[in-house]
């Protein structure tokens, strides 16, 4: 079945600083990938997504490239700001419902 | 801008209490899910429907019930609440004619049973 493999948490960086949280995944098919994201007290929004191999997705800042040969999605941002801080969940699109990753909870500090 | 509703948005109960959590969408979306929520994150999938009159399990048992009467309105029903249905309860919903699955999720209900 699909599966997806996200870094723990929680990570703690600097404003300013570069940020990666890595995710893979296991899926038949050609599933479109998710990055999602909670802010204290909210439900999910999507952040972005990519619907086929070598598709950027892209928000806000951050970027995440949907990478087939390393079954791979990992979100990076160049420059965290405070506002960052939330948990981030990555995710895999399947046939009858989406799969999620335990979420990363960022937090950073000025 | 994703239109998902849910009250209330916290409760606190007591136990053996009946109570149901709301969720509406105004998007048209057939699918529409139930997630909980633990505190340290992760998301489980409960209940999920495909449209009116249709209802399925999730991936993690629950002793919540749903129904599905109308498109727009998906509420989860405890009959009789207890301290371990304590959690954050989340809906979403989906459009499954679009290219992409994406999930549109409401604010979600935080529940604690006393």
């Known amino acids: 079945g699909n599966s997806v493999t996200q870094m723990e948490g929680p990570v703690t960086l600097s404003e300013e600083a570069f940020l990666t949280i890595n995710c893979t995944y296991t899926a038949t098919g050609y599933p479109s990938l998710f990055w999602y994201v909670q802010y204290p007290g909210e439900g999910l929004q999507l952040l972005l997504k990519a619907t086929k191999a070598d598709d950027k997705g892209s928000n806000k800042g951050f970027e995440a490239t949907y990478r087939k040969e390393t079954t791979s999605f990992h979100l990076e941002k160049g420059s965290v700001q405070v506002s960052d801080s939330a948990v981030y969940f990555c995710a895999l699109g399947g046939y009858q419902k989406v799969t999620f990753g335990i979420g990363t909870k960022l937090q950073v500090i000025p | 801008e994703a239109d998902i509703y849910q009250t209330p948005r916290y409760l606190v109960i007591g136990t053996g209490k009946k109570i149901t959590l709301e969720c509406s969408q105004t998007m048209g979306h057939d699918k529409m899910y139930w997630y909980q929520q633990d505190p340290g994150m992760e998301l489980h999938l409960i209940h999920y429907s495909y449209g009116v009159n249709s209802t399925e399990k999730g991936d993690l048992s629950s002793e919540s019930t749903v129904s599905r009467i109308r498109t727009e309105h998906f509420p989860l029903t405890l009959e009789s609440a207890r301290p371990s249905h304590t959690s954050q309860y989340l809906c979403?919903?989906?459009?499954?004619?679009?290219?992409?699955?994406?999930?549109?999720f409401g604010p979600g209900t935080r529940l604690t049973v006393l």
């Open positions: 979403a919903s989906s459009d499954p004619t679009a290219r992409t699955d994406t999930q549109y």
